[in-house]
């Protein structure tokens, strides 16, 4: 059974999937993960989702606040083994409901160029490429995306 569970950073499961993101993100960008690892601070995340099978911890997310009326999500993954299952569809989906509750108006998210998994994601799910905002201005790996919720 597939379960959905909003939670915070604190949560154990979220923190051992982050370990796990960052081990394949360190694989794919190599000498560039320390740069976008400094931004990836999950201490500072109080809107958490965590996707379970059979209580077992598959995929995760999270979102903060960037403005007034936009959330930046954070920290999305699935393991490797449980990809094609649609539970990221199911973590974003969440994340965004959350983000309309909480009267928010937009979503924006950086990824990196060479994760075409996740470029192809984002595009699925109606989310268009905007010119890289903040910290990621001027870097060459990052694609970063926008859709507004309302």
């Known amino acids: 059974m597939i379960t959905v569970k909003r939670t915070n950073s604190k949560n154990k499961d979220f923190i051992s999937l982050v370990s796990l993101l ?16 400094q931004y990836n601070n999950i201490d500072v995340l109080k809107h958490v989702v965590v996707v379970y099978k059979n209580e077992t911890p598959l995929a ?32 974003l989906q969440e994340l965004e409901v959350w983000a309309r509750e909480l009267d928010f108006n937009t979503c924006v998210l950086e990824t990196g160029k060479r994760q075409k998994e996740a470029v192809s994601f984002y595009k699925k799910m109606n989310y268009s490429i905007i010119p890289n905002y903040g910290q990621y201005i001027g870097i060459e790996n990052s694609l970063c995306f926008k859709k507004e919720l309302k």
């Open 22 to 37: 960052n081990a394949y993100l360190k694989r794919i960008d190599g000498d560039e993960h320390a740069f976008y690892s």
């Open 60 to 91: 995760c997310g999270a979102f903060k606040a960037l403005s007034e009326d936009t959330v930046e999500v954070k920290r999305m993954f699935t393991q490797e083994s449980s990809r094609g299952m649609g539970l990221a569809s199911k973590v």
